[in-house]
């Protein structure tokens, strides 16, 4: 496929923020669903319990630190799968 | 095509470009986003004792993302060995 020209590759990269920002915003939501449903469980108040809140803390941390971890992993297949192609 | 006419066709390339380089990205993202998903489910506890991924899971991470590019080779090779037999009516 033929590269982008500068014109086109401002275009693209307006798609790619707005793809980024859209990604942001699920990330969130998903990683909300996911801590509250792993950490949240006492109802007899509405506060968040001491417990809980380390929980939360401990879920949203490990999750960033766990895509991260894939994020590294991905590229380094990718890299693989790349120099395979080539050969 | 190109909108009203104007531009004429130095425009429809452009957009089939920049069109073939949305769904790269969204192939792309896609598939990371899946593995993130994926491999936490199958390897990080819902314990959360600590904030830091654990030897083991750590372990279970690196071997999920390695596993799943082979199975997305393998499934490409079947797909293909598909698509030669003329199934789907494709090669007919």
Do not use: W
Request: charged letters at 25%; hydrophobic letters at 35%; aromatic letters at 8%.
């Amino acid at each position: 496929m033929d590269a982008l020209n500068a014109k086109e590759q401002q275009e693209f990269q307006k798609l790619v923020e707005q793809k980024q920002m859209k990604d942001f915003m699920r990330l969130y939501s998903d990683l909300v669903s996911k801590c509250f449903t792993d950490c949240v469980n006492d109802f007899t108040s509405n506060k968040l319990t001491s417990k809980e809140e380390g929980c939360i803390n401990k879920c949203a941390e490990k999750f960033l630190k766990h895509s991260e971890r894939v994020g590294q992993r991905f590229q380094e297949q990718n890299q693989l799968m790349m120099q395979q192609l080539r050969r | 095509m190109s909108f009203l006419g104007l531009g004429g066709s130095p425009n429809v390339s452009s957009q089939a470009k920049i069109q073939a380089a949305e769904a790269e990205l969204d192939m792309v993202t896609g598939m990371f986003n899946q593995l993130v998903d994926i491999c936490h489910k199958k390897c990080i506890g819902t314990s959360y004792n600590a904030s830091d991924l654990d030897k083991n899971e750590s372990l279970c991470v690196d071997r999920c993302v390695a596993k799943y590019f082979d199975t997305n080779l393998k499934v490409g090779d079947s797909m293909q060995k598909v698509g030669q037999n003329g199934a789907f009516g494709v090669n007919r």
